[in-house]
């Protein structure tokens, strides 16, 4: 019995193993015999298994407003101005310039990497922040 699965990528998958191209368009039509088997299958009343989720992909950056928003639903944000004031001079001048001026905030920026540790934040739960941030 044959089977198929989606990929989310422009294409199934038939039976775990060959990938079948599901792209079209009026002026393009896909003549594609697997595609055409594939139509004539759902057609049929086949239904595709879902995609697999594939790992999240950790953003670069995210907008300042992403980040707070993302550090206020984890229960963070507050603890951000007091991990500032903790710092010594000129640390501390530096962190506070980045966090009341930037526009973004970059996921490998040494500001980042010394507040994490300090508001309880390993590298995977500042990774987990800055995915659940870029979807805000």
Not at 56 to 63: C, N
Not at 71 to 82: D, N
Not at 105 to 114: D, E, S, Y
């Amino acid at each position: 019995m044959t089977t198929y699965q989606l990929s989310g990528e422009g294409y199934v998958i038939r039976d775990g193993v060959t990938k079948v191209p599901i792209t079209e368009s009026a002026a393009f039509p896909n003549l594609n015999p697997e595609y055409l088997a594939y139509t004539a299958w759902l057609a049929a009343g086949g239904v595709p298994l879902p995609a697999i989720a594939g790992p999240a992909v950790v953003p670069a950056s995210v907008t300042m407003r992403q980040a707070r928003l993302a550090l206020l639903a984890a229960g963070k944000l507050q603890l951000v101005e007091s991990a500032i004031a903790a710092l010594p001079a000129p640390p501390q001048t530096a962190a506070r310039i980045e966090w009341d001026y930037s526009n973004e905030v970059l996921r490998h920026n040494g500001f980042v990497a010394m507040i994490g540790p300090s508001i309880g934040l390993d590298a995977a739960a500042l990774d987990a922040i800055f995915i659940a941030a870029e979807k805000l």
